[in-house]
């Protein structure tokens, strides 16, 4: 009886790993063939989304979409406050950056070249393949990620991020896709056949880009619109923000 067992055991196990590999080969998403074949883009996104992950675990937001001086001016990238996020050796480098100093200064020029940065455009070697959308009105400006339900945005969906081929920007460059200008883009229009980065049921995901075959719908997708709580929702919400078990809750 006991050797039965062990073999409807191992029959159930072998059958799993056969039924797992059928779905990964048959079932996943139709990405483009010379995505499937590099693996590149999609390991890229999922590299940038964790280290977008931990940093609104830190700080309850994604990161700035650059920083700016006393007099305004533009100095770092979010991709550079990123990099301490993707482990070594991009730490090491991270901390050699004066962040108080422009990123194409003398002294950090020569540490954005020598960075072989997640995110780098296959199109060109120091270019930023992928680009966040920002703007007063996005949702890159404007989500805050917190413990408890905040207004009903868990249920939104929000594009943060999408890919540009021959985007002309540096990675280490201050300069994303502006979303009041997106549809007047004409020389960094998305690339279609793309996948981007979404705020989507609370927690970010990589999605196909596939319908943006417009770009209103783009801005669309990426402007932050708050949902509008009916009285007694508000009331209901309220009064979850002091139930400690919602404390663990990864939602907006």
């Known amino acids: 009886m006991k050797i039965y067992s062990k073999g409807i055991a191992v029959f159930l196990i072998l059958l799993l790993i056969v039924l797992g590999a059928y779905y990964q080969f048959t079932k996943r998403p139709d990405y483009p063939t010379k995505w499937r ?41 979010w991709r550079t406050l990123l990099l301490p996020y993707y482990g070594e050796p991009y730490k090491s480098l991270y901390e050699k950056i004066d962040l108080s100093k422009p990123w194409n ?25 992928h680009l966040a959308i920002v703007g007063p009105e996005s949702a890159w400006n404007n989500l805050k990620f917190k413990n408890t339900e905040n207004g009903g945005e868990k249920n939104n969906s929000f594009l943060l991020i999408v890919e540009i081929e021959n ?6 460059e201050p300069q994303d896709l502006e979303l009041d200008q997106i549809e007047e883009s004409k020389t960094r229009k998305p690339l279609i056949k793309g996948v981007g980065i979404k705020f989507k ?20 997708q990426a402007t932050f619109k708050k949902t509008i709580l009916k009285p007694s929702q508000k009331n209901r919400l309220d009064r979850e923000k002091n139930v400690p078990e919602q404390q663990n809750i990864e939602v907006l």
């Open 105 to 129: 200064s003398p002294e950090n020029s020569k540490i954005s070249t020598d960075i072989y940065y997640v995110g780098k455009d296959r199109w060109n070697p120091k270019g930023a393949s």
């Open 201 to 220: 049921n609370g927690r970010l995901i990589i999605e196909e880009t596939y319908h943006f075959l417009d770009l209103k719908e783009l801005k669309k």
């Open 37 to 77: 074949s590099e693996g590149t883009q999609l390991g890229k996104l999922s590299q940038i989304s964790m280290a977008l992950d931990l940093y609104s675990q830190k700080y309850g937001t994604l990161p700035p979409a650059y920083t700016v001086d006393k007099e305004g001016n533009r100095l770092h990238s």
């Open 167 to 172: 985007s002309e920007i540096h990675w280490s």
